[in-house]
């Protein structure tokens, strides 16, 4: 795959990290069992609630009598017909995407449980705004998770599936709209490393009160300039770094960020400052086509021959090439160098692995005239 000015331009997978492997979500109906009459004299009933986690195995949460720590007393007279109607609510809620105000009755290992009129739903602990553990980071998620039992928070319907009895949460996504309005590409943010992952990580963005709001992620090929074979290499999980965002998808609630553009690319210029001179002769590992002719890099060839179709470049010629002491990335890279033109003639930058060659381009496009060409280039290369 060929990427242009540092960005890979085939599409990368961005997981929705909607439900992680500790998380867990409702499996089974919510039943409302009558309490025995040895437990109470009183004709209450106790809710209880079966939870089923990724890993397969089956927790439940037991009368509130026995274990307060995990859940409430929810007592209510509500029967089929009223739950009926608020699953249809709940249906509603997923389907326009409003938010509304639902009290936290307990939790468990993987999340909330969450007031919904009759139903009780499910607010897994990474849906959570981020917030709530950056601000108090040396507390464990369950301690944080005690605190907030009969609060009230704003939450968005995920998944309302009234025939498996599963209604999931999210505040996160509620608090989207509000925060996410004031952040435009090119924005530079703190933030902290939520969680790690092997496509990249997960950054926790500081606002301007001081607080962690939204999340987003940077792709193992946005974290270094070097080549970055195992992101937990580079970042760990509360790591403080600086991001720039680079991408919003409001449609999908999303914002890719980057760490290395934040940085200069060691090849801004020309070929000159990133082939390292050789300690021993003083003089820079470069070879010059003097007439010869240099093997373009796999897959240049033919990005070299589109080039060639489109109007206003008139020569391509590979001038010279070198190697680099370290491997930046073995995918192919090209730049257009900022070099100011020659007569004409503008420097164009390829590499793969340690190779680095550079081209003159004859043309009589401009600089971004060039950059559009090489774009639609790179688009019709497969």
Known sequence: MAVFGGANLGSVS????????????????????????????????????VVKSFSGSVTAGTDTSSDQSLLRDTSTDAGPPRMSTDWKLAKAYCKSGDTFEGEVEGFNGGGLLIRFHSLVGFLPYPQLTPSRSCKEPQKSIHEIAKTLVGSTLPVKVVQADEENKKLILSEKLALWPKYSQNVNVGDVFTGRVGSV??????IHLRFDDGLYHLTGLVHVSEVSWDYVQDVRDVLRDGDEVRVIVTNIDKEKSRITLSIKQLEDDPLLETLDKVILKDSSSGSPSLSSSNGDTIEPLPGLETILEELLQEDGIEAVKINRQGFEKRVVSQDLQLWLSNTPPSEGKFVLLARAGRQVQEIHLTTSLDQQGIKKALQRVLERVP
């Open 14 to 49: 961005f997981s929705s990290h909607l439900l992680n492997q500790h998380s867990c979500f409702l499996s089974c109906p919510l039943k409302l069992l009558p309490s025995s009459s040895s437990s109470s004299s009183s004709n209450r009933t106790s809710l209880l609630c």
């Open 197 to 202: 992952e092997d496509y990249g990580a997960f």
